[in-house]
T-cell receptor, first 113, second 113 residues
Framework: KAGVTQTPRYLIKTRGQQVTLSCSPISGHRSVSWYQQTPGQGLQFLFEYFSETQRNKGNFPGRFSGRQFSNSRSEMNVSTLELGDSALYLCASSSDGANTEAFFGQGTRLTVV | QQQVKQSPQSLIVQKGGISIINCAYE??????FPWYQQFPGKGPALLIA?????SEKKEGRFTISFNKSAKQFSLHIMDSQPGDSATYFCAAFITGGGNKLTFGTGTQLKVEL
């Protein structure tokens, strides 16, 4: 069974640009959560999508948004990039709302210059 | 607000020794407490998890101890090996609240020969 796939693995963007990251969950999993990992703030929850609906949202500005498609693949978008958005963005998939085991992808390393 | 506090930030243990990482939580609604292991360049991977109705759970060399009244839990790694060198995160979760993990700040473990 294939794991969680995140693309691209690395990305360099300029301040003010926008970026879209992609996550393909494990086949059959309907929940996708996104996390931001930085040395200073650790792992912080961004949002969760379940069956194409945003079910949970963390404390991030509106520049961070996401969506989920009917095949459970998810994208997150960050607009008007700031230097502080440089981070490892991780997505995690779970089989359903009651399943507590989250499987993480390898992440997308975003660098904003 | 740091809902899950983790210590120490870093830990050096001799091969064969016991590694102990501690976490404390504030929100009594949390009812599932997983530990994740992360190697450089990889996403976090679930190591072991516990629910508050159990005081201890052991899987191989890894043991979680849970103190519900103190709102604390800890990870013990027995017979620590160089291959255990990684960053460890405790986390907390509310069953039924969607797949939203609240993470501790992480402990960088180094096991020396």
């Amino acid at each position: 069974k294939a794991g969680v796939t995140q693309t691209p693995r690395y990305l360099i963007k300029t301040r003010g640009q926008q970026v879209t990251l992609s996550c393909s969950p494990i086949s059959g999993h309907r929940s996708v959560s996104w996390y931001q990992q930085t040395p200073g703030q650790g792992l912080q929850f961004l949002f969760e999508y379940f069956s194409e609906t945003q079910r949970n949202k963390g404390n991030f500005p509106g520049r961070f948004s996401g969506r989920q498609f009917s095949n459970s693949r998810s994208e997150m978008n960050v607009s008007t990039l700031e230097l502080g958005d440089s981070a490892l963005y991780l997505c995690a998939s779970s089989s359903d709302g009651a399943n507590t085991e989250a499987f993480f992808g390898q992440g997308t390393r975003l660098t904003v210059v | 607000q740091q809902q899950v506090k983790q210590s120490p930030q870093s830990l050096i243990v001799q091969k064969g020794g016991i590694s102990i990482i501690n976490c404390a939580y504030e929100n009594t609604a949390f009812d599932y407490f997983p530990w994740y292991q992360q190697f450089p360049g990889k996403g976090p991977a679930l190591l072991i998890a516990i629910r508050p109705d159990v005081s201890e759970k052991k899987e191989g060399r890894f043991t979680i101890s849970f103190n519900k009244s103190a709102k604390q839990f800890s990870l013990h790694i027995m017979d620590s090996q160089p291959g255990d060198s990684a960053t460890y995160f405790c986390a907390a979760f509310i069953t039924g609240g969607g797949n939203k993990l609240t993470f501790g700040t992480g402990t960088q473990l180094k096991v020396e020969l």
